[in-house]
């Protein structure tokens, strides 16, 4: 049985997302390919890890000013970036680019499209969980 999710991204067109059914595991494999690609992506991260904690994460208080967020750290950031692009879940991982020179940049763009959508949902509000 297959599962298959799309959607889409403006700047990668439809993506189709199918899951089959569990079977024998490609970790190993997929690890080794993914470890230079997510050492540079987060080599790139951690130059500007304080402008991420007091620049980027920050939340809107109830007097209209935007202070850096008591929930969302980068450590905390770096270390799930780096879980769910290993090892992911579902069979599922982040990505991270591609394995090419400068290749970490598309995983860059995507790490901004995902922060942009979480900001919008979440962080704005110092909360861990979505308005809804």
């Not at 007097?63 to 780096?82: C, G, H, K, N």
């Not at 680019?97 to 860059?108: A, C, K, Q, R």
């Not at 499209?113 to 919008?120: D, G, T």
Request: net charge negative; glycine share 4%; proline share 2%.
């Amino acid at each position: 049985m297959t599962k298959a999710l799309s959607f889409s991204l403006f700047w990668a067109g439809s993506i189709d997302l199918s899951t089959a059914s569990p079977s024998q595991r490609t970790s190993q494999r997929t690890s080794k390919r993914n470890l230079s690609k997510i050492s540079n992506l987060i080599q790139s991260l951690d130059t500007v890890k304080s402008k991420i904690d007091s620049k980027l994460f920050l939340y809107q208080t109830p007097a209209f000013q935007w202070i850096p967020s008591t929930v969302y750290r980068y450590d905390d950031f770096r270390e799930s970036l780096s879980i769910m692009a290993e090892e992911g879940v579902a069979g599922k991982t982040f990505y991270t680019g591609e394995d090419v020179e400068n290749g970490h940049v598309y995983g860059m763009v995507n790490i901004a499209a995902f922060l942009a959508q979480s900001m919008k949902e979440t962080i704005q509000y110092d909360a861990c969980d979505e308005n809804s």
